[in-house]
C-alpha cells in the first residue's frame, strides 16, 4: 500500500489544492493548462506538452500543504520527490532510445531540499542522487536540458531539480533566488549574525541571494524580463518561449554535452584557471 | 556489490575492546591520516604525483576578501598515479580546512580533474578516480561558486562511470555532506568505516532549520545510529565497510576500482527505492532499525 499519494486531483473541490505556487503556474501556462501525468507525487507536476514544434517534457516540483512527510509541506524536495524527479527523466531516456531524444525542461521553484529526521534516515543524498544523475544522464543521451529558473533554486534541491541542464535561464525577478543555504542557518553555521551575512553578501558576488549577483557568475545562459513572474501575461508567456526555444537551438548547435558553456566569466576566472593547469600537468 | 572485510564492532571506535595489542600495534589508522597522506597511501608506491600543487598557491579568491585565512591547495589535493599498476586519479579533499568545505578553487580542482579523466577513458586511457570525501558540502564563503562547482563535479562523476568506476571513500571524521553527499550518491561504489557519516544535511543545519526536536545535532550517538558508515552499510546505500586500517582501505579500494562497473548504479535505482519507500507511513518517525527493515525486506512482487 502506498503512504504516498499518487494520483493528481486539481478539481477545484480537491483537498488542500497547492497555494499556487510559481512553480505550478508556470507548469500550466508553459504546457498549456496539460492534464499532469498520473504515477507521480502530488508534489511533483509532470507533462509531455508541445515545444518547439514537437514535444517536451516539462518537470515542476510543486507544495502540498497535506504532504506525508512533514518536513515537505513548503515545497522541499524530499526522499520522494528526488526519486520520482528520476522516473520522470529515466523514462524519457528509455522512450527515446532510438529516436530523437526530446527536450526536458525543468521548472525550477524548489525552496530547499527536506530538512527532517526522516529524510536523512532515508538516504536523501541517495534520492537526490537519483535525480541529478538522470539529468545528468539525459544530457548524456542527446536530451536537451533546459532548466527555467522561476521562483527559489536553493541549494540541494536545485542540484537535484535544474543544475544538471545543458542551458540554465532565469526570470530576472525580485522572487527568483540561489542560494546554498538559508540566510539564518548560513549565519548560524559560518558563526556570523545575518546582518553580516547580508553586509557581506553586497560586495562578494558569490554570496548574494539576488538573481542579479548570480547572474555574474557566468552559470546563466540568459535572464529574461517579465512583467509579471507571479503571474505571467501573454506577452511574458511569448517572451519565455521564445527564450526557451533559442536555448533549444543553441543546445543542438553545440556539439558538447557537457557544462563548460558555464566557465567564461571574470567572476569565475579560478575555474578555468584551474582547469587550463590541470590539462597542463595532466 | 556488497562487501565487508571484518566488519568492526558495533560499539564506538574509542573503546577498541575486542582487537588484540598486536593487531593494533600493525594497523595504520587512516582517518589519523590528512588528505595527501591518504591519497598517497592509496596510489601505488611511487607512484604519487601531485597536480596544482601547494607551491602553485592556488588560493581562494574569496575567502581573503572576507578576513578569512587561506590555504595553499584549498584543501583538496589532486594526485596521479597508479593503483594496483591501473591508471588512477585520487581526490582528496582536506577535511581540516574550513570543514571541508567546497570553494570555487577546491570545487574545479575535483571537477577537471575527473573531466580530464573521462576524456582519458574516451582516447582509450583506462584512468579510474577515487574521491576521498570528508567535506560538509558548499563553502558558505564562496554559497554560488561552491554550489556551481559540485553541479559539475556531479556531471563529471555521471560522465567517467560510464567507462570505470568512480569510488568514493569516506573514512572520517568529518563526514561527507551537502551536494558532495549527492556526489557520493552518484559513485560507482562507496566505501566506508565505523568512523564515517554519510547524509545530506548536516546535523547543526537540520537543528536550525527544523528545531531541536527534529534533530539534535549533540545527541552524538543518535546521529551515528541514523547516518554512520555502518547504518548505511547495513541498508545498502554503501558498498563496503572497513575497518579503519590503511591496508585493509587499499585493499578494498583497489579491488572495487580496478573490478567491473556496477550492473547499475545506485543512483539509477528509483524503482526500487521507490517501491521500498511506498511501504513506509511517514506519519510514524523511523529509527535505524525500521530502516534496516524497510530496505532488507525483499522486493513486493
Not at chain 2, 205 to 214: F, L, N, P, R
Request: charged fraction near 20%.
Amino acid at each position: 500500500m502506498s503512504a504516498t499519494p499518487i494520483s493528481h486531483d486539481r478539481s477545484p473541490g480537491a483537498a488542500q489544492e497547492p497555494a499556487s505556487s510559481r512553480g505550478a503556474i508556470w507548469f500550466d501556462a508553459l504546457t498549456g493548462n496539460a492534464t499532469p501525468a498520473q504515477g507521480y507525487p502530488t508534489t511533483l507536476l509532470v507533462a509531455d506538452a508541445p515545444f518547439a514544434g514537437s514535444e517536451a517534457r516539462f518537470i515542476s516540483v510543486v507544495p502540498d500543504a497535506n504532504h506525508a512527510y512533514p518536513r515537505v509541506r513548503k515545497g522541499e524536495t524530499g526522499v520522494i520527490e528526488g526519486w520520482a524527479i528520476a522516473q520522470a527523466v529515466h523514462e524519457v531516456i528509455a522512450a527515446d532510445q532510438g529516436k530523437t531524444p526530446r527536450p526536458i525542461i525543468a521548472i525550477v521553484d524548489v525552496a530547499s531540499q527536506a530538512y527532517g529526521r526522516r529524510e536523512e534516515a532515508l538516504g536523501l543524498h541517495q534520492s537526490l542522487a537519483g535525480a541529478a544523475g538522470a539529468y545528468a544522464e539525459a544530457r548524456l543521451a542527446g536530451h536537451p536540458v533546459i532548466a527555467l529558473l522561476v521562483g527559489k533554486a536553493m541549494s540541494g534541491a536545485f542540484l537535484a531539480h535544474g543544475y544538471q541542464a545543458n542551458r540554465l535561464i532565469a526570470l530576472d525577478d525580485v522572487g527568483v533566488q540561489v542560494h546554498a543555504m538559508g540566510k539564518s542557518a548560513a549565519a548560524r553555521i559560518t558563526m556570523r549574525s545575518v546582518e553580516d551575512l547580508e553586509r557581506l553578501a553586497a560586495t562578494v558576488p558569490p554570496m548574494a541571494y539576488d538573481i542579479s549577483a548570480y547572474a555574474t557568475l557566468g552559470l546563466l545562459w540568459r535572464l529574461v524580463e517579465v512583467s509579471n513572474a507571479q503571474q505571467p501575461g501573454t506577452a511574458d508567456l511569448a517572451q519565455v518561449d521564445t527564450v526557451l526555444r533559442d536555448a533549444l537551438a543553441d543546445i543542438q548547435a553545440d556539439p558538447t554535452r557537457g557544462l563548460a558553456s558555464r566557465l567564461g566569466a571574470e567572476n569565475r576566472q579560478a575555474s578555468a584557471r584551474v582547469r587550463a593547469k590541470l590539462r597542463a600537468q595532466w | 556489490m556488497s562487501i565487508a572485510t571484518q566488519p568492526a564492532p558495533a560499539t564506538h571506535p574509542a573503546a577498541a575492546n575486542s582487537r588484540s595489542l598486536e593487531s593494533l600495534a600493525s594497523r595504520q589508522s587512516i582517518v589519523e591520516l590528512g588528505a595527501r597522506e591518504r591519497a598517497a597511501a592509496l596510489l601505488d608506491p611511487g607512484s604519487f604525483r601531485e597536480l596544482i600543487d601547494p607551491f602553485e598557491r592556488e588560493r581562494s579568491p574569496w575567502l581573503a576578501a572576507q578576513g578569512v585565512v587561506t590555504q595553499a591547495d584549498d584543501g583538496v589535493v589532486v594526485a596521479k598515479g597508479t593503483i594496483d599498476g591501473q591508471p588512477a586519479v585520487v581526490l582528496a579533499i582536506e577535511g581540516a580546512f574550513q570543514g571541508g568545505s567546497m570553494g570555487e578553487v577546491g570545487g574545479a580542482k575535483i571537477a577537471g580533474a575527473l573531466e580530464l579523466a573521462a576524456e582519458d577513458n574516451r582516447k582509450g586511457i583506462p584512468t579510474r578516480a577515487v574521491l576521498l570525501l570528508e567535506t560538509g558540502g558548499v563553502r558558505l564563503q564562496e554559497a554560488n561558486l561552491g554550489l556551481a562547482a559540485i553541479a559539475e563535479i556531479h556531471a563529471a562523476i555521471v560522465d567517467l562511470r560510464r567507462y570505470v568506476p568512480v569510488v568514493g571513500l569516506i573514512a572520517g571524521s568529518v563526514g561527507c555532506f551537502g551536494g558532495m553527499s549527492i556526489a557520493a550518491g552518484l559513485c560507482s561504489y562507496l566505501v566506508v568505516t565505523r568512523e564515517a557519516r554519510l547524509g545530506l544535511n548536516g546535523p547543526a543545519v537540520i537543528e536550525q532549520e527544523a528545531g531541536i526536536d527534529e534533530y539534535d545535532s549533540r545527541d552524538r550517538p543518535f546521529i551515528w545510529g541514523l547516518t554512520g558508515g555502518e547504518q548505511r552499510f547495513a541498508t545498502g546505500l554503501v558498498d563496503a565497510y572497513v575497518e579503519d586500517d590503511v591496508e585493509q582501505v587499499r585493499q578494498t579500494v583497489a579491488a572495487l576500482v580496478n573490478g567491473p562497473l556496477p550492473t547499475s548504479p545506485k543512483s539509477d535505482a528509483w524503482q526500487h527505492y521507490l517501491s521500498k519507500l511506498a511501504a513506509y507511513n511517514p506519519s510514524v518517525a523511523i529509527d535505524a532499525a525500521g530502516v534496516r527493515q524497510l530496505y532488507s525486506t525483499p522486493e513486493a512482487s
